[in-house]
């Protein structure tokens, strides 16, 4: 039995070299994944190109949306403190999962639970939606401005 081994040389180019899968280079080639994994192996192969990972993800390792989304999460985690999601949650009328991406600032928020949020705390609504950095140098303006009325 004669063995064509001339696809492997390309395979492993392509495997070094392209973001294909195992999968897709075996595909390409008339190999089995497990062909293509055998060959990586044996001629101990470093993959360039990072295995991109798919599936869900842990909610803390989530990206936060935008700082809007985390200033209003930080409000939730000040409405939370020293209670359970649970406690939190029915409050707000969401379930425990809802409260914690909220808290996160991994929710894509609606009005209404704007709305609740903001009653719940006693803040107006645009309060409610100022991202953490602004609202940090508001308060520094706001208290620069008390000082300065003590002064005269």
Do not use: C
């Not at 200033?71 to 939370?80: D, E, I, N, S």
């Not at 939190?88 to 991994?106: C, D, F, K, P, S």
């Not at 009653?119 to 300065?148: C, H, N, W, Y």
């Amino acid at each position: 039995m004669v063995h064509n081994l001339s696809w492997q040389e390309p395979a492993l180019q392509d495997l070094q070299n392209s973001g294909m899968s195992y999968a897709e280079v075996g595909k390409m080639y008339g190999r089995s994944r497990a062909t293509i994994i055998k060959l990586a192996r044996l001629h101990e192969l470093i993959r360039r190109v990072p295995i991109s990972r798919t599936g869900l993800q842990r909610d803390a390792d989530k990206a936060v949306i935008s700082s809007y989304h985390r200033g209003v999460g930080l409000k939730v985690a000040l409405l939370r403190k020293g209670r359970t999601y649970s406690e939190i949650a029915e409050e707000l009328g969401v379930n425990r999962y809802v409260a914690r991406t909220m808290e996160l600032g991994v929710h894509e928020f609606t009005l209404s639970e704007l709305m609740v949020l903001s009653e719940r705390l006693g803040m107006g609504f645009d309060q409610m939606v100022i991202p953490p950095q602004l609202a940090l140098s508001l308060a520094k303006q706001t208290m620069a401005t008390a000082e300065q009325r003590l002064l005269t």
